[in-house]
């Protein structure tokens, strides 16, 4: 755990399947993070392979702030708990931290991103927003592997010597490699790994209005955008019912 992260009531957290989740708000979450450390946004389509991937299993366990950004995981949490905690998406998450010129100033940010088009839309919407990113602070990911090491990022990084990085890669990989760079940089960037947060608004994935996260119906949107590739997707996040209804607190024995 990064020693830098502020100390935080334990009300503010609630034990999920072994997961320390933060369950405040997003102006609470960035705060917590601003001195450095590793913030990840599980959504249940990963998560579900929280028995099967050890190395995403250990990322979440590793991770410094870990926010509740999985709609069903919440609603059968409150449903089998009575208890009452909100969501956090990584999209609200995003809007929040779009607001600090603190964090967005030149050169206090770095991104990494998935493709070259991607990276486009971004950082032309990003441009639009007033948030002006340097070529020098845009890394395009490689397709990693199981064990990640990218010491060309790491070069890049010690080089740029940002506070805040961003990671806009796929739930499971997002995650590993937030880890990685915890571990291999000194001192400890802030680390947001926020996944397609930043595609819903750029256009380089469906837009999702405010209204429908606040509503849970993200992944509504996505599924009728592309159907082939987000129905399974998410059809495959109900094992995360049956994990939660035998674990509920507890971290899932690994298969």
Known sequence: MNTTVERRPASEFRQILGINFFVG?????????MKGGLLVVPAAPALKNLQEDRGYREALLGADLVIADSALM???????QKDQIPRLSGLKYLRELLTR????????????MATPL?????????SQQGIEVAHQDVYLAPMYGKVIEDEALLARIRERRPAHVIVTLGGGTQERL??????QLTPVPAIHCI???IAFLSGDQV?????????YLGWLFRCISEPRRYVPRYWSARKLVAMMLRYREALPAVK
């Open 25 to 33: 708000g997003a102006q609470r979450a960035i705060n917590l993070l």
């Open 74 to 80: 919440v609603m059968i949490w409150n449903f089998l």
């Open 101 to 112: 010129k603190d964090v967005f100033r030149t050169g206090q940010s770095f991104w990494i």
């Open 118 to 126: 991607s990276a486009e839309k971004n950082l032309e919407w990003l």
């Open 178 to 183: 937030g880890l990685y760079l915890k571990k």
């Open 195 to 197: 996944g397609a947060a």
């Open 207 to 215: 837009q999702i209005p405010g209204w429908a996260d606040r509503f």
